[in-house]
């Protein structure tokens, strides 16, 4: 049974096995299905496809079997995807974009066609922002010392990817890219991922500060949950209508991300109102679900 309270996931990925990708995602995606309502969650940001997964086609179809849950958001290419393809996708049933890898800048001229197609259509489009994670994360563990850790170390060292290296840069993927994005497209609403990502916190708090349709996740695991307490970024240096949730990260964790973040919240003593808009209506009024209501409006 679900909790009363709402919780808008921005940023739940398609599950991948990603050491047998050839594998049935099926059993993944009903253990994810699972296991976000177990944890409370009322609708997801759906990340699937195109990009390091299966087509948008077939994750779709995965998709469209739990609507109470998921809204289907398309992982893109921008090198690729033509103002033509998002049409198609649309049509498809997707509702949403997310980025993440790109080969140049977010920002790049290039891509403005894509996202003059992305307003016109009312796609939101969430953005990784900052250093790309995954395998170890050196500031809380080592090979040396932490037996898991180095078994990560050898799968990583004997993949194709270690032998192949591959073109990314957190230096492509910034909050200030969002400002240009936002003041040539003011109607695109786009969301940036990790609160802009280590090393980007300050970025990401001007342009939320100023530009009205850019919003920031706070998704990113108890690094982030640590920096958004000490460096106050949580309703001081970004306001609290700016702020998502997301998940990002392993079904079984979800809970108790969620737990964390309760107890961040107390901790903080953020009035009630205010989680609730951070939890649910900020989320929510991105992808219609709920109506936008300003000061003085009926």
């Known amino acids: 049974m679900r909790a009363t309270r709402k919780i808008f996931d921005i940023h739940m990925h398609f599950p991948r096995n990603w050491e047998k990708p050839e594998e049935d995602p099926a059993p993944l995606v009903e253990n994810l299905y699972e296991k976000a309502v177990a944890a409370g969650i009322t609708k997801a940001n759906f990340l699937c496809g195109g990009r390091w997964g299966i087509s948008h086609e077939e994750a779709m179809r995965h998709a469209q079997r739990h609507p109470d849950l998921w809204i289907p958001t398309a992982m893109i290419d921008p090198e690729t995807t033509t103002p033509a393809r998002l049409v198609e996708l649309v049509e498809m049933g997707y509702q949403g974009l997310k980025m993440i890898g790109v080969l140049r800048d977010y920002d790049c001229p290039d891509y403005f066609p894509m996202y003059e197609k992305a307003q016109e259509l009312n796609l939101p489009i969430l953005l990784h922002m900052g250093v790309i994670g995954g395998g170890i994360d050196y500031a809380i563990t080592h090979p040396r010392r932490d037996p898991q850790a180095a ?84 309703g001081r240096e970004i306001g609290y209508e700016k702020l998502i949730f997301g998940s990002d990260c392993q079904p079984d964790s979800i809970a108790d991300h969620i737990r964390r973040w309760d107890a961040i919240f107390q901790l903080l003593d953020v009035p009630e109102d205010c989680r609730e808009r951070m939890w649910w209506l900020n989320g929510a009024e991105i992808y219609g679900l709920e109506p936008a209501h300003w000061v003085g409006s009926k």
């Open 151 to 234: 078994e990560s170390y050898n799968r990583w060292t004997s993949s194709p990817q270690m032998a192949q290296g591959r073109n990314m840069s957190a230096m492509r993927m910034r909050p200030f890219h969002l400002d240009t994005i936002a003041n040539n497209f003011p109607r695109l609403r786009l969301i940036g991922a990790h609160l802009g990502g280590t090393g980007n916190y300050d970025e990401a708090a001007s342009v939320a500060r100023w530009r009205h349709n850019v919003f920031f996740d706070f998704s990113g695991g108890t690094t982030i949950e640590r920096h958004a307490v000490e460096r106050g970024l949580i």
